[in-house]
């Protein structure tokens, strides 16, 4: 498992998301959420589309989703997330590192509202295990 | 009904409670989250990674331990941060249990640290989904 060593500290693209009421229901309804207020992992949403969708098309990577385990999650919140704002999220590689034939890839993602300002800070550990 | 700080005592259990994780709420899940990995919805595709049928995704099973966590809180803004460590896969057509216990308390910032867990029972035996994680939170 060869790897660029600019891999590192590289970013992809930010995504960007409108927590609106329907998504929030969908959301809420999935993971049980009875209310009051947004469920506060649906940060996971933008998390998502700013990391782990690039990551697994990421040449650099060659990660094959089906290989892919989650190990780790974390989320700071600074304040709850509210209906009707638009969340911009990016992710960095945080680290890569191979061990007992898997690779640890660690993506840290912030996620801020309109104004710039940080709503939470996540940070997730995926484990690729190796062939066979 | 939402707990107050000075409720809260070192060692204490919070009350636990159960969920069984449908197939229905995985595809859900799947759909609100944006993760379609196949893993999660199809069968076939969980069986050749080595899993007997769907299995949940991990923030799936997070996002209930958050929901169950808030619901004991009475407000999602009281939850300062979550770190968990997914030890075991959840499969559709179980039950979880959610729980934890008071960690540490620090009444200067009226914030508790927590102990958390996804516990299930699977052939008689218990698994741990989640363990040894912990959850920050701040209370009135």
Redesign the interface.
């Given at each position: 498992m060869a790897l660029s060593p600019d891999v590192e500290g590289s970013t992809y693209p930010a995504a960007r998301f409108r927590v609106d009421e329907s998504?929030v229901r969908?959301?809420?309804?999935?993971?049980?959420?009875?209310g009051?207020?947004?469920?506060?992992?649906i940060v996971?949403?933008p998390e998502?589309?700013a990391g782990?969708?690039h990551v697994v098309s990421d040449p650099r990577l060659g990660i094959d989703?089906?290989r892919?385990?989650?190990?780790?999650?974390?989320?700071?919140?600074s304040?709850?997330?509210v209906v009707g704002e638009t969340l911009t999220a990016s992710a960095t590689i945080e680290s890569v590192r191979d061990k007992g034939g898997m690779r640890f890839l660690v993506l840290g993602t912030e996620v801020r509202d309109e104004a710039g300002e940080l709503v939470a800070s996540a940070r997730s550990t995926l484990i690729v295990r190796g062939d066979g | 009904m939402s707990v107050r700080f000075d409720d809260l005592e070192v060692g204490r259990d919070l009350p636990s409670s159960s969920r069984l994780v449908t197939r229905e709420d995985v595809k859900a899940y799947a759909d609100a989250s944006g993760d379609e990995n196949p893993l999660h919805q199809d069968d076939e595709v969980a069986r050749a990674a080595g899993f007997p049928r769907v299995v949940a995704h991990g923030m799936y099973t997070m996002g209930t331990l958050t929901s169950w966590l808030v619901d004991w809180l009475g407000d999602p803004a009281a939850l300062l941060r979550l770190q968990v460590h997914f030890r075991a896969p959840v499969f559709v057509d179980e039950s979880i249990e959610c729980g934890g216990r008071v960690r540490s308390l620090d009444p200067q910032t009226r914030t508790a640290v927590l102990e958390v867990w996804v516990r299930a029972e699977r052939d008689g035996a218990e698994v741990w989904p989640i363990r040894k994680s912990e959850a920050e939170v701040r209370l009135d």
């Open positions: 998504r969908a959301f809420a309804d999935a993971v049980g959420h009875r009051p207020g947004v469920p506060p992992t996971t949403v998502i589309a782990l969708d989703l089906s892919v385990l989650h190990g780790e999650q974390e989320y700071r919140w304040r709850p997330v | -």
